[in-house]
């Protein structure tokens, strides 16, 4: 199975970014797909998933609305776009699939991640 995420880079507090993950139409269609982020010595953390109708969505409460996940069908592809994003959102993000869970360690299939920088 394989997951290439996309999209990170530097920016500033408040701005936004989307994140994509690509992924065979096989695993889009037999799993729930999500984001995880970790911090360089800090463990793993919850970000967003989706379940496989794309019916239901879940986030991290800390997030606050800021963060909504999305999957285009069309193109086997998972988007997570981030809002207003501040300093302490800064991590490599990683895009999941396996069954819907909002524990992170639940998911079967990693991607290999993308940094994200947020500016002060």
């Known amino acids: 199975v394989q997951l290439q995420a996309s999209g990170g880079g530097l920016v500033q507090a408040g701005d936004s970014l989307r994140l994509s993950c690509a992924t065979s139409g096989r695993t889009f269609s037999a799993s729930a797909m999500g984001w995880s982020r970790q911090v360089p010595g800090k463990e793993r953390e919850f970000v967003a998933a989706?379940?496989?109708?794309?019916?239901?969505?879940y986030y991290a409460d800390s997030l606050e609305g800021r963060f909504a996940i999305s999957k285009d069908k069309a193109k086997n592809t998972v988007y997570l776009q981030m809002n207003s994003l501040k300093p302490e959102d800064t991590a490599v993000y990683y895009c999941?699939?396996?069954?819907?869970?909002?524990?992170?360690?639940?998911?079967?299939?990693w991607g290999q991640g993308t940094l994200v920088t947020v500016s002060s």
């Open positions: 989706i379940s496989r109708s794309g019916i239901n969505t």
């Open positions: 999941v699939a396996g069954p819907l869970s909002m524990r992170t360690n639940d998911y079967d299939y």
